[in-house]
């Protein structure tokens, strides 16, 4: 029997060095590919019941993974892209302050407003500088109607985007349940599957940079995938993530909140919230940060029009009344100390103040833009040119503190220019505070990758010497076969 | 008798040799055939009845023997429909006619029909497998048996009868009001925590069941919550509540504020009957209340949606699975092991299948790897028991020992023509 076992053994030897050469030449042409782990050829050797041994048997291609690193590779994925969102939207946001040497901002021009009122009051009958009083004003009208509809641009923007990382989302569980399919099957019927793990990993890295998850792996290598606030996204089947976009945003509008498997997950009312991936970034900017953001430029408004809102001077109980700056509830003036939302969209300049839409002048120096035919908000009845004491008012008005709504995360009780400034510093310092986590986070993410790929990679060098040494065996069982041809050889020659 | 008796035995001699030398060229040509065990010829002596001073030369005579029991080499192949034995038993085959007989050459294919046949054209028996129940064995018969079909289950599909959850529920989650409560099932219903399982009906139609948790009460001791049990189907438009109809099933369960767990006196289970499929219980008992997110720690459901044969694939067991195109495995078949006593003694026929004669004794049937029985080895074929290099030297042996035998009977000859020469 030796022979034909040493030869059988021989055989069985050349097969396996084979299997482990295509192994290696498929390590190699993976070496580049991002997800591609390292597979290698398990090997048993075979003895039967009476102790003959029958050579290698090939039992499969298995492959290198790090489940640790790999669960921390999706967690601090997920981490990084909803910093990700949140800092690009901050970006845009921040583009509406500008400059502060191009003095762009509504805190820049509300500084403006001031030197062009002291200017003003320096020479109440001057009407040029009146007219620089009034396009500083229209400026900064300007300037906070702009930045309103860059505040809601971001947040339709946001809420686009929510709607594309959804569709996204909904076709990475397609392909994950066709991925998972394979491997299921694979695993049952002992295919080499190794190919469609690999492919099945970076679906749920690419899943993880839309909403944060977490997985469960079942028999057969069968994988659960929950969102990191513990909804299911797949299980046997992908479940809907659905999603209804907003068109237009106002400042009253809220969008639509993200629903997994029927649960909100990200929005106002979400109930099992994720707190991880772009979805949840996104979310954020367009529910917290970005109507932060708009509210206190509403609150600015509402200081413009209180500062300059005009009293009843007949001694009268009439009520105050809107002045330079006006909105569409003129000519009453917005509730005091509360947030009225949308107003930094809605504030003007009164008509009646402005001589291109046939109002006059003059009557900044002296009252009664609100109504200039009414003699009880007339300030200067006789009309006297060097009148300064409306202009004193205005100025007073902007450096007196008065109460802000609270909700807005800045100091309720401040001065509007206070205000307006800190409100330039809160966007600043959440960007900044945004750029630097991010920095840290893509370290964090890039360490991580990097660990990974060490671990579960191609390593060139190693494969060549694997090679080598493939080479040898493959060589050594050829010449086994050789030696025992020439034996049986030998043998033939005598029988003849 | 004397020259004569040189030359019969001479003759004899010759006949043993040849008929050596006829084991050894049938073991050489069989030496790559799956399954085939060597004939070697034994010889015997033949002594005649001897008178005083003289001696009667009797004979030799050649007896076959079969190495039936001797271990073939397993050579390892891609086709999981090979087999090998390693060890005792022997595979049970049926020719066309149904006659069972007993082979180890297993290298199986299907036919046009889906039975699996082997290289001479024999079809495997086995035992059929219902709905997972194992398969009874007539111990001393080959009764029972039918010929493997493999491609008979095409589609199949399997109702979900038992399903394991368990999850953490959090313990910071807020009370739900018991109008708000998911089995209220009202339009502001609201929960703590959801999630669902895809378990299968009857016909294979997959369902969707959405599992509410809601956190009824918490005292210092422990803390109730509700698990309600909808088919997400009947949700909704968009998702949600209220669902069409009725939750399939609440329960309560009671976890303890000491150790986080169920108490002694919770439910661990809740009952379920799924829309036209099965009625089983789902297993909570691992569920815990815990200051952590929810998190399904355990999720598993079984059944299958109909699905077509993809693959078939044995085991060690000799347990013919089905492989459904979803990934399901079903056992469908058993095939068992034969032995017999004394394996030498089987008769050899065409085709590598053997007879059980008297002198075999009688067969015995079990399932490989017990009482004795070999290991089926997937994936391999028992090659033939034939050395190349003892054959050749047996072929040598023989040889010369024709030539020997022939020179005994030219001696006889020789002699006898000088006998014969005596005479002119």
Known sequence: MSLSVALQVAQSALAARQTETSTVSRNIAGAQDAGYSRKSVLLSTVISESGQTSGLQVEGIGRVTDDALYASLLQSTAVGTSQEAILEGLEVLAETIGDTELEMSPSALLGDLKTALQNAAADPNDTILAQDLLSTASDLVTSLNESSEAVQDVRADADADIADSVDSINELLGQLEDLNTIIVRGNQSGNDITDALDSRDQVLLALSEEIGITTLTRTDGDVVVYTDGGVTLFETTAREVSFEPTNTFFATTTGNSVYVDGVPVAGVDAIMPTTSGRLYGLTELRDEIAPTYQSQLDEIARGLIESFAEADQSGGAGSDQAGLFTWSGAPAVPATSTLSSGLAADIQINANADPDQGGNLDLLRDGGISDPLDPDYDYNPTDLAGYTGRYQDFLDALDEPRVFDAGVELDPTDTLTGFASSSVGWLESNRQSATSDLEVQSVIVSRTAESLANTTGVNIDEEMTLLLDIERAYAAAAKLISAVDNMLDDLLASAS | ?424
């Open chain 2, 1 to 424: 008798m004397g020259l004569y008796g040189v030359m019969r035995t001479g003759v004899s001699g010759m006949n043993a040799q040849s008929s050596k030398l006829g084991t050894v060229a049938d073991n050489i040509a069989n030496s790559n055939t799956t399954g085939y065990k060597k004939a070697e010829s034994e010889f015997s002596s033949m002594v005649l009845a001897q008178s005083s001073g003289s001696y009667n030369s009797g004979g030799v005579q050649a007896h076959t023997v079969y190495s039936i029991s001797d271990q073939g080499s397993m050579s390892f192949t891609t086709s999981k429909l090979d087999l090998g034995i390693d060890g005792n038993g022997f595979f049970v085959v049926a020719d066309g006619d149904g006659t069972p007989v007993l082979t180890r050459a297993g290298s199986f294919v299907p036919d046009g029909e889906g039975y699996l046949l082997n290289t001479a054209g024999y079809y495997l028996q086995g035992y059929p497998i219902a709905d997972g129940a194992t398969p009874t064995t007539i111990a001393n018969g080959l009764g029972g048996l039918e010929s493997v079909n493999i491609s008979q289950n095409q589609l199949d599909a399997t109702a979900t009868d038992s399903a394991k959850l368990w999850t953490n529920v959090p313990e910071s989650a807020t009370i739900v009001a018991p109008a708000d409560l998911p089995s209220a099932n009202v339009a502001t219903s609201t929960y703590s925590a959801k999630t669902s399982v895809v378990v299968y009906d009857n016909l294979g139609n997959e369902l969707t069941l959405d599992v509410y948790y809601s956190k009824t009460t918490e005292t210092a001791a422990d803390s109730e919550w509700e698990v309600a049990i909808f088919n997400s189907e009947d949700a909704a438009a968009g998702g949600g509540f209220p669902y069409g109809s009725a939750a399939l099933s609440t329960q309560t369960l009671t976890f303890d504020m000491t150790t986080g767990e169920l108490t002694g006196a919770s439910p661990t289970d809740i009952n379920i009957t799924v829309p036209n499929g099965g009625t089983f219980d789902i297993d909570l008992s691992g569920s815990t209340y815990l200051a952590a997110d929810f998190t399904v720690t355990e999720v598993e459901a079984n059944g299958n949606a109909p699905s077509a044969v993809d693959s078939v694939e044995f085991d060690d067991d000799g347990v013919l699975y089905a492989i459904y195109a979803n990934g399901d495995r079903r056992a469908i078949y058993q095939i068992p092991l034969a032995d017999v006593a004394s394996p030498d003694k089987l008769t050899p026929l065409s085709g590598n299948i053997y007879q059980v004669s008297t002198e075999s004794g009688d067969v015995r049937v079990g399932f490989p790897g017990e009482g004795g029985l070999g290991d089926l080895a997937v994936g391999a074929l028992e090659g033939s028991n034939v050395d190349l290099a003892s054959e050749l030297t047996s072929m040598i042996e023989s040889q010369r020992s024709y030539t020997a035998n022939s020179k005994v009977f030219k001696a006889g000859s020789d002699l006898l023509e000088e006998l014969v020469n005596l005479v002119r």
